[in-house]
């Protein structure tokens, strides 16, 4: 498909279905990059569903996805944690088929959530699971650096989620 294709739009509500199924696509490509277990998505009932796709439309947050067709190869999200916060990139995914500067995906991903963010602070920042070297590889490229902070992953197989950042400003 050509990139005129392409949309990039804000879930809603009613997108829950297609938002479950993205997610659980995320979660069976990249089980450490979510901070979520599939089995746990899995669980998850309808309301949970609406509410998580009505991120696209609620302030502090953003929900972004990638659709060609009738398909929904990729979603970015955003979310600000508190007032003396900068935005925080979440829930990034792109399709395997679909990722690469060919495609353009996820440059039109990230340009949707760089303007959502850029009206909510200076700073993009990010966490990123020290063994997940395709995703740092891919946020390099993209303009992100390390910041040097990092935290504990939550979840099995542990590790640390490191901080970057890409400056919004410049």
């Known amino acids: 498909m050509s990139a005129a294709e392409l949309v990039i739009r804000p879930t809603r509500e009613n997108d829950w279905q297609a938002v479950r199924a993205l997610r659980l696509e995320m979660l069976r490509d990249t089980p450490i990059a979510y901070g979520e ?18 991120r696209g439309q609620t302030p502090g947050q953003a929900s972004f996805v990638a659709i060609e067709g009738e398909r929904w190869v990729g979603h970015m999200g955003g979310w600000v944690p508190d007032a003396s ?29 760089e303007d959502w963010a850029s009206a909510r602070g200076d700073t993009l920042r990010l966490e990123v699971h020290e063994d997940n070297a395709r995703a740092i590889r891919f946020y390099e490229k993209l303009g992100f650096a390390f910041t040097g902070r990092s935290r504990p992953y939550e979840l099995a197989p542990g590790g640390l989620e490191l901080e970057m950042a890409k400056d919004l400003r410049g």
């Open 85 to 113: 916060s900068d935005p925080l990139l979440v829930g990034v995914f792109v399709a395997p088929d679909r990722r690469g500067d060919a495609a353009g995906v996820s440059r039109a991903l990230l340009e949707a959530i």
């Open 37 to 54: 277990t599939l089995e746990h998505a899995l669980a998850l009932d309808e309301s949970v569903w609406r509410h998580r796709a009505l």
